[in-house]
């Protein structure tokens, strides 16, 4: 008897173990696939991380650590927004996926520098349309077809054409007419960096001889940048060429034909507030300031 129980006792525990073996086999150990198209946008003071998540069914989560502190973004939501961080400064994330039985796979590893952006405005060539200038003289343009140009200030008007060259630049000739002295006319040819429009909260604008950026990112301030301007009339002839370079710090030097250099000094703030700006036309970006001549259109 005794016998036989010994027996019933191993064959009881032999099917425990055998259980057991059968249910650790099935067990999900596969780690899931990592995210794809991994990336960091940099912004003011923050970060944007997006992903492309797994097509695994059992895929379950998004885990995001930063310096030892941890985040779980959960499935079918595509980015993590890291904010109160310090402009400048190098962050290092590190991302895995998770599954719904725990698994993580390995993890990846993506860098970003938050970065205080200028904003920027999509821009055009000049478009036709009437547009007004009101600071001290009141100038009155109106671009039309034909690459027509006019332009009224105080008793004078000018008539003529606005014209793009191959190279992007621009050639306005015009003709000066006097209301006072009809028979006063001065012919002259202005040749410019750029003449374009732009549209923003405000409405839409006219301007022209922006500096345009030539060296450094399309998306921060600091860098260099240059414009031209070269006139022609009866009997005299100039070319004013301007050369900017502003620091990480915000301090810059204007450089003007014929002029002491300017020093100056933009802030953060002046940044945040839209004072200083970007426009892009065709690939090209110009630096708009509060001192640049605006035509606001009708």
């Not at 425990?16 to 059968?22: A, E």
């Amino acid at each position: 008897m005794k016998t036989l129980k010994l027996a019933l006792w191993a064959l009881f525990t032999s099917a425990l173990v055998f259980t057991g073996c059968s249910e650790d086999d099935d067990a999900d150990t596969t780690p899931p696939s990592n995210v794809t198209d991994l990336s960091v946008e940099s912004g003011d003071m923050f970060l944007k991380i997006t992903w492309t998540q797994p097509e695994e069914d059992d895929f379950d989560k998004v885990k995001i650590t930063l310096n030892h502190a941890e985040t779980t973004v959960d499935k079918g939501t595509n980015q993590l927004i890291v904010e109160k961080l310090e402009n400048g400064r190098e962050y290092t994330f590190q991302v895995t996926t998770m599954d719904l039985a725990g698994n993580q796979s390995e993890k990846q590893t993506i860098k970003g520098i938050p970065r205080l952006l200028v904003k920027t405005f999509e821009g055009t060539y000049p478009e036709k349309g009437t547009y007004i200038n009101n600071d001290d003289f009141k100038m009155a343009l109106q671009l039309g077809d034909n690459n027509s140009y006019k332009m009224a200030m105080l008793d004078f008007r000018w008539y003529g054409t606005l014209t793009k060259t191959t190279v992007g630049t621009f050639v306005c000739s015009t003709e000066e007419k006097s209301i006072l002295n009809p028979e006063m006319v001065t012919t002259s040819t202005d040749s410019m960096n750029i003449a374009l429009t732009f549209t923003n909260e405000n409405g839409t604008f006219y301007a022209q001889r922006l500096l345009e950026k030539v060296e450094g990112d399309v998306t921060l301030l600091p860098g260099k940048y240059t414009s031209f301007n070269y006139s022609k009339e009866i009997g005299s002839e100039y070319c004013i060429k301007k050369e900017l370079t502003v620091k990480e710090d915000g301090t810059y030097v204007m450089t003007v034909t014929d002029q002491e250099d300017k020093t100056g000094n933009w802030s953060t703030e002046d940044i945040r507030k839209g004072t200083i700006s970007f426009i892009k036309v065709n690939y090209r970006t110009f630096l708009l300031t509060e001192n640049d001549r605006l035509y606001t259109k009708l």
